[in-house]
C-alpha cells in the first residue's frame, strides 16, 4: 500500500519559517520524481517544488530563494524547508510522488498570518 504522510505544517507569522516533511511508503522511493503542489482557497494547485531523481530541482517564481526541497533517499522522506514565508503562501500543501502514476498524500496546511 502506498502512503505518503505530510507533516510540518502549521500557523506562523509573515517572515517566519516551516519544515515539511512527507513521508513515503510502499514504492521505490528513489525512482520517483518528488513534487510539493499547494491549493489555496479559490485559486488553482500550483506546483511550489520538483525534485527530479537526477537531483535537479526547479521551484515555481513565487517562491525562488525562499523554498528549498530535498529528499532523503535512505528514509524515503522529502522536505520542504520554507523561509520568508508571507501570507500568499496560506494553503494546503500537498505531497506528489511521479514515475508513471502520481501518488498523493493528504495534505497539510499552511496559514501564515500578516
Known amino acids: 500500500q502506498v502512503q505518503l504522510v505530510e507533516s510540518g505544517g502549521g500557523l506562523v507569522q509573515a517572515g517566519g519559517s516551516l519544515r515539511l516533511s512527507c513521508e513515503v511508503s510502499g514504492i521505490t522511493f528513489g525512482n520517483y520524481a518528488m513534487s510539493w503542489i499547494r491549493q489555496a482557497p479559490g485559486k488553482h494547485r500550483e506546483t511550489v517544488a520538483v525534485l527530479n531523481t537526477d537531483g535537479n530541482a526547479n521551484y515555481a517564481d513565487s517562491v525562488k530563494g525562499r523554498f528549498t526541497i530535498s529528499r532523503d533517499n535512505h528514509q524515503n522522506i522529502v522536505y520542504l524547508q520554507m523561509y520568508s514565508l508571507r501570507p500568499e503562501d496560506t494553503a494546503v500543501y500537498y505531497c506528489?510522488?511521479?514515475?508513471?502514476?502520481?501518488?498523493w498524500g493528504q495534505g497539510t496546511q499552511v496559514t501564515v498570518s500578516a
Open positions: 506528489n510522488a511521479r514515475f508513471r502514476v502520481d501518488y
